[in-house]
């Protein structure tokens, strides 16, 4: 999505946890997905219950959606909700690194202090050198960034794609500073929405997930991924299947679902194993409805595409 830029140039990025295979996601793909009712995102979770390891029934949505059953990954941690039901949460949860999951809440706390409507670009910050240094210095430290350059004007919706699909931690960083005033003042905010939001079992110690002190459950990031769902610029964000940027150029989204139409945010590391954060329309006893879901701790190592293959893989097989 151009915006009317000029052409890009050469992108210059290093991605720890994006270097997967691109699969990108048709127009026709992506538009049902937008279109998609998304009666789900106006409803946060109002408890959790635990299910026998292997099998989950999948609870009577508030529409009648009728129960089926999915498979808890034999790993790791899971949570799903369907249309208005019940979330499902899999057995001996406790926090664990998300790796950049945490961008979540990063897009959560920046649209709700600053709100995009339609196709609004909300406001603009000016990139400044110390930001653009820092970024080979990040890559050098095996950090997931995005190309920027001093001087270098972008708006909120550009840098919430830069956050959400290349999965910029440099991003991040820029985002909580403009945001709050300063990384530690964001990273006290986090804290402070998850709390808000019942996440007790959450502790946000940076913006982009890069710290493994960052740990989470996936009940939790269920929370505050449905929260974000209340934000058509997220679900919309989350749909698409790549980005152009003014210096970075077009950089492209790694979720290994996306072109089966599984929209969200993927996280991954050695710390934190294949993460993901979904959503994608399912039929359940005839009826049509949402599947919002989480998968954490997927995998094994550090190979990136192994572990978003492990994270989507057990998402497929949560999903009835």
């Not at 899999?90 to 809440?105: G, Q």
């Amino acid at each position: 999505m151009a915006y009317g830029e000029p052409a890009p140039r050469a992108t210059y990025r290093v991605h720890r946890t994006r270097r997967g295979r691109p699969r990108l996601l048709g127009a026709i793909v992506v538009l049902a997905l937008v279109a998609t009712p998304f009666a789900v995102a106006h409803h946060l979770l109002s408890g959790s219950g635990a299910a026998p390891l292997g099998k989950v029934r999948l609870p009577h949505g508030a529409g009648g959606v009728a129960s089926s059953t999915g498979e808890w990954p034999s790993q790791g941690q899971a949570a799903i909700v369907i249309g208005n039901g019940r979330p499902e949460v899999s057995p001996d949860e406790e926090p664990a690194p998300i790796a950049s999951l945490a961008k979540v809440m990063t897009a959560y706390l920046t649209l709700e202090r600053y709100p995009l409507s339609g196709a609004g670009g909300g406001f603009t910050m000016t990139v400044t050198a110390a930001q653009a240094q820092a970024v080979a210095e990040e890559a050098d430290e095996g950090q997931s960034v995005v190309a920027v350059e001093a001087g270098e004007r972008l708006t909120e919706r550009r840098l919430l794609e830069a956050l959400l699909i290349p999965s910029g931690n440099n991003i991040a960083r820029m985002l909580a500073a403009q945001v709050a005033g300063s990384e530690g003042a964001f990273v006290d905010a986090m804290n402070e929405a998850a709390g808000a939001l019942g996440m007790d079992a959450t502790t946000y110690t940076d913006p982009s997930g890069f710290d493994p002190g960052t740990v989470s459950t996936a009940a939790d990031q269920l929370r505050v991924f449905r929260r974000a769902m209340h934000f058509a610029a997220f679900r919309h964000i989350v749909s698409m299947g790549s980005v152009t940027l003014p210096v970075a150029g077009t950089l492209t989204n790694f979720n290994p679902l996306l072109d089966e139409g599984y929209a969200g945010k993927t996280g991954s590391d050695s710390a934190a194993g294949g993460c993901l954060a979904f959503f994608t329309p399912v039929t359940v006893g005839g009826q049509r409805a949402t599947a919002v879901g989480v998968v954490m701790g997927q995998g094994e190592g550090s190979d990136t595409s192994a572990l978003l293959a492990a994270a989507g893989e057990a998402a497929e097989r949560l999903t009835p």
